[in-house]
């Protein structure tokens, strides 16, 4: 799979993660968590690479705790049926 399908499909994967886990963007040589209020309405472009948030805030260099990640995966797997 490649082109717009793939990263949609990155940018759901990015907003079930997000629902789950703490999102941070790093900044310069400050990692910054990204408030949970500003997820709501916020959407997830280029693959889940960049955050546009419902007040025009736009993070990128996303990234998540490994642990957290990996739990959440486990959960949403459980969870959302595979898509064919």
Do not use: K
């Amino acid at each position: 799979m490649r082109g717009p399908d793939y990263l949609a499909r990155l940018n759901e994967a990015a907003r079930a993660l997000s629902a789950v886990i703490d999102l941070y963007a790093v900044m310069g040589r400050e990692t910054t968590q990204i408030p949970r209020e500003a997820l709501s309405g916020a959407v997830f472009a280029d693959g889940g690479n960049i955050l546009r948030t419902a007040s025009g805030a736009i993070y990128r260099r996303l990234t998540v705790r490994r642990g957290q990640a990996l739990a959440a995966l486990t959960v949403l797997a459980d969870e959302v049926p595979l898509r064919p």
